[in-house]
């Protein structure tokens, strides 16, 4: 099984200066946001990736991430994921180009909401079966067209363990797209610190950057394929199994020691 990894990460001495660098290209990319939407493109994706690596290296965070593959990637997936914090809403663009599925609120956070929007986002309103069904058009629209989603199939942010279900809207696209899905299982070393519960984003972004312990694990297995499956409840039950799997192995039966203090 490959297990090479790459690391993204900023010294303290050079933090300052990516915070800065993270403001000036936040003005830039919240004026261009005002453009007419024809003017959106690869261009502004790519500076929206760039900013996310800004704020990584920022918030101090030590993101690695591990391919577990033992096959070669697709270049064109759709990346599902565990959910258990805010922080890979940034982190998942840092390291993947993807175009992500988001609930219809992060349409109202304020600035990021309306780059994320100017980006390129799905929005959902989960409790709302037309917005589903309009969101599924969307992302098979999107596949169509060559891009790369990122889906939480856990319907949100549901807390550190893998929630009881995953939801079928990934699998459906990539069975009828023929795209297969890059699952990616995501570890926070330190999960009483990254769990976002009620928190608000700005305080859950404050309790992460005065962690002692930021290091972040993310682990690339290989794609599930559409067409070794029939119909995307036993997809996604699948896809599920094998999460509940990963979280054994790498959280309960492997649990990584904690930074000596200091």
């Given at each position: 099984?490959?297990?090479?990894?790459?690391?993204?990460?900023?010294?303290?001495?050079?933090?300052?200066?990516?915070?800065?660098?993270?403001?000036?290209?936040?003005?830039?990319?919240?004026?261009?946001?005002?453009?007419?939407?024809?003017?959106?493109?690869?261009?502004?994706?790519?500076?929206?990736?760039?900013?996310?690596?800004?704020?990584?290296?920022?918030?101090?965070?030590?993101?690695?991430?591990?391919?577990?593959?033992?096959?070669?990637?697709?270049?064109?997936?759709?990346?599902?994921?565990?959910?258990?914090?805010?922080?890979?809403?940034?982190?998942?663009?840092?390291?993947?180009?993807?175009y992500p599925l988001a609930k219809a609120g992060v349409r109202d956070w304020y600035v990021?909401?309306?780059?994320?929007?100017?980006?390129?986002?799905?929005?959902?309103?989960?409790?709302?079966?037309?917005?589903?069904?309009?969101?599924?058009?969307?992302?098979?629209?999107?596949?169509?067209?060559?891009?790369?989603?990122?889906?939480?199939?856990?319907?949100?942010?549901?807390?550190?363990?893998?929630?009881?279900?995953?939801?079928?809207?990934?699998?459906?696209?990539?069975?009828?797209?023929?795209?297969?899905?890059?699952?990616?299982?995501?570890?926070?070393?330190?999960?009483?610190?990254?769990?976002?519960?009620?928190?608000?984003?700005?305080?859950?972004?404050?309790?992460?950057?005065?962690?002692?312990?930021?290091?972040?694990?993310?682990?690339?297995?290989?794609?599930?394929?559409?067409?070794?499956?029939?119909?995307?409840?036993?997809?996604?039950?699948?896809?599920?199994?094998?999460?509940?799997?990963?979280?054994?192995?790498?959280?309960?039966?492997?649990?990584?020691?904690?930074?000596?203090?200091?």
């Amino acid at each position: 099984m490959t297990r090479h990894s790459e690391k993204i990460y900023a010294k303290p001495a050079l933090r300052p200066l990516y915070w800065l660098a993270l403001l000036l290209l936040a003005v830039a990319l919240y004026l261009l946001s005002f453009l007419p939407r024809r003017l959106s493109g690869r261009y502004y994706h790519f500076l929206g990736r760039y900013w996310c690596r800004l704020f990584i290296k920022a918030l101090g965070i030590e993101l690695e991430r591990v391919y577990r593959n033992k096959k070669p990637l697709p270049e064109h997936y759709i990346l599902i994921a565990n959910h258990p914090s805010v922080l890979e809403d940034f982190a998942i663009p840092a390291l993947f180009d993807v175009y992500p599925l988001a609930k219809a609120g992060v349409r109202d956070w304020y600035v990021l909401g309306r780059m994320s929007d100017y980006a390129g986002t799905i929005f959902v309103k989960r409790g709302s079966k037309d917005s589903r069904k309009a969101a599924l058009q969307a992302m098979l629209q999107a596949v169509r067209a060559g891009k790369n989603l990122v889906v939480f199939p856990e319907g949100g942010c549901k807390g550190r363990r893998i929630y009881h279900e995953f939801k079928t809207g990934a699998f459906d696209v990539s069975l009828q797209s023929g795209v297969p899905v890059l699952p990616v299982f995501l570890q926070y070393l330190d999960e009483d610190v990254f769990e976002w519960t009620d928190q608000s984003m700005p305080r859950m972004l404050w309790q992460i950057f005065t962690a002692r312990d930021r290091r972040v694990i993310y682990h690339v297995f290989d794609a599930m394929l559409p067409e070794d499956f029939n119909e995307s409840e036993a997809f996604a039950r699948h896809a599920h199994d094998c999460y509940l799997q990963w979280e054994q192995e790498e959280v309960d039966e492997k649990k990584d020691p904690p930074l000596p203090p200091g």
